[in-house]
C-alpha cells in the first residue's frame, strides 16, 4: 500500500525558512510527478510547486516562484520543498500528492490545476507563519 508522510512543517517569522519532507512508501511506480498542495480556511486549496520524477521538471505558482524550491532525491523516495522569505499568507497546511500526469507532444499538463489527477495524498503538515 503506497503510504506519502510529510514532515517539516512548524511556526517561523516572517521572513524565515522551512523545509518540507514527502516520504513515499510501498509500491512507487505508477505515478510521473508530486505535487505540493496547501489549504487554509481562507483561501481554496492551491497547487504550489510540483516535480516530474522522471526528469527533475519542476512548475510553481506564480505566488511562490523565487521564494520555494522543489527537489528529488530518488534514494530516499523523498521530495522536499524549501520555502524560503516566508510571508503570513503562506500560512497553510501544506500536502503533498503524487499522480500521472498526461502530456502532449513531449509536454507535460501544468499539474497544478489537476487535483483529481492525484490519487495519493499525505496527512498533511502544517506551516504557520507570523507577521
Known amino acids: 500500500q503506497v503510504q506519502l508522510v510529510e514532515s517539516g512543517g512548524g511556526s517561523v517569522q516572517a521572513g524565515g525558512s522551512l523545509r518540507l519532507s514527502c516520504t513515499a512508501s510501498?509500491?512507487?511506480?505508477?505515478?510521473?510527478?508530486i505535487t505540493w498542495f496547501r489549504h487554509s480556511p481562507r483561501k481554496e486549496r492551491e497547487g504550489v510547486a510540483a516535480?516530474?520524477?522522471?526528469?527533475?521538471?519542476?512548475v510553481y505558482a506564480d505566488s511562490v516562484k523565487g521564494r520555494f524550491t522543489v527537489s528529488q532525491d530518488h534514494a530516499k523516495n523523498t521530495v522536499y520543498l524549501q520555502m524560503n522569505s516566508l510571508k503570513a499568507e503562506d500560512t497553510a497546511m501544506y500536502y503533498c500528492?503524487?499522480?500521472?500526469?498526461?502530456?502532449?507532444?513531449?509536454?507535460?499538463?501544468?499539474?497544478?490545476?489537476?487535483?483529481?489527477?492525484?490519487?495519493?495524498w499525505g496527512q498533511g503538515t502544517q506551516v504557520t507563519v507570523s507577521s
Open positions: 500528492a503524487a499522480g500521472f500526469i498526461p502530456g502532449d507532444g513531449g509536454v507535460w499538463f501544468d499539474p497544478l490545476g489537476r487535483v483529481g489527477d492525484f490519487g495519493y
Open positions: 510501498g509500491y512507487t511506480y505508477d505515478w510521473n510527478c
Open positions: 516535480i516530474f520524477t522522471e526528469d527533475g521538471t519542476t
